[in-house]
Structures are given as structure tokens and as C-alpha cells.
């Protein structure tokens, strides 16, 4: 039996330019319904979640467009791109579905981790962000790295 210490939290993937093209307004964390060959996959940072998006459908949610490479030492073939169904409470379901209703906000993954040797995803409520708010972000990060930079010639 592995020990606790290696089977610690292990963050795999991530999908930065959610954060770039959404304004993050809630998040949670869900299984996902995984074959094997997959979880080996993402274990192995196989997996990319740039065009991936969730949908409530029918009372249960479910990953559109996360691609997952073929393992290379599976037998059986597994659609890399297919739906996968998300685990949570009901209530949290509920709260999804009702969030989503609201036009301009969609379900985004944030990124894929392990914990306690199960993969989890975290899902965020995302508004999308205009391009003028992009260009703001942008600014806002240079002109912090200038101070960033400005700082550390004093004090050396």
C-alpha cells in the first residue's frame, strides 16, 4: 500500500488562458468519470484542456473538448476528445444550472489534479471578459512588473 506522502496533492494541468480570456467568478472542485488508460495518461500530463468547456445537461454535467492522449501501452481505443461526466452534489448541480442561465457565463476547467490518488477537476463559473478588459489585464501586469523591476534595482 503506497503511504500517504506519495499520494499527495499533484496538480497535472492547467489551463491558463482561461484566466486570461474569463473573469473567474466561482469555482469547484469534481470527479471525473475516467477509463484507466486515461487516468495513466494524465498521470503523465497527456492531456490538454484549451478548447474545454462544461455543460449541465439533463441534471448531470458533463467536459466537452478535454483532449486526452492515447495511452501508449493500452489495449483497447478510447476516443481521446469524448464527453466526460463530472461528479458533484446535487446541490451543486443546481447552483451550476442556475449560474449558467445568465447570459455570458459558462463553465470553464480550470485545471486537473490528483488528490489522494483520484483525479479531480476544477470547475469554474466564468464570465467571458471584453477586449478592452484583456488590454487592461495586460497593462496592469506590465506596469507591476516595471515596479517589480524598479524595486529590486534599489535594492541592490
Not at 496538480?11 to 491558463?16: L, W
Not at 439533463?58 to 501501452?73: A, K, Q, T
Not at 489495449?75 to 449560474?99: F, M, S, T, Y
Not at 455570458?104 to 464570465?127: H, M, N, Q, S
Request: glycine fraction near 8%; include cysteine; proline fraction near 2%.
Amino acid at each position: 500500500m503506497a503511504d500517504k506522502s506519495r499520494r499527495g496533492d499533484q496538480q497535472v494541468i492547467t489551463n491558463r488562458r482561461a484566466r486570461h480570456e474569463y473573469f473567474i467568478e466561482d469555482e469547484f472542485e469534481c470527479g471525473i468519470v475516467l477509463v484507466g488508460s486515461e487516468v495513466k495518461s494524465i498521470r503523465g500530463g497527456r492531456a490538454n484542456l484549451q478548447d474545454a468547456y462544461a455543460r449541465v445537461i439533463d441534471g448531470e454535467v458533463w467536459l466537452f473538448g478535454m483532449h486526452v492522449s492515447p495511452y501508449e501501452f493500452s489495449r483497447g481505443d478510447v476516443d481521446p476528445v469524448r464527453r466526460r461526466k463530472l461528479l458533484l452534489h446535487e446541490r451543486e448541480i443546481v447552483e451550476l444550472d442556475r449560474a449558467t442561465e445568465t447570459k455570458g457565463v459558462t463553465l470553464v476547467p480550470t485545471r486537473v489534479y490528483f488528490k489522494d490518488g483520484r483525479v479531480k477537476v476544477e470547475l469554474a463559473v466564468a464570465r467571458g471578459k471584453h477586449h478592452y478588459d484583456k488590454r487592461q489585464a495586460i497593462a496592469e501586469r506590465d506596469a507591476k512588473r516595471e515596479t517589480e523591476r524598479a524595486m529590486k534595482g534599489l535594492r541592490d
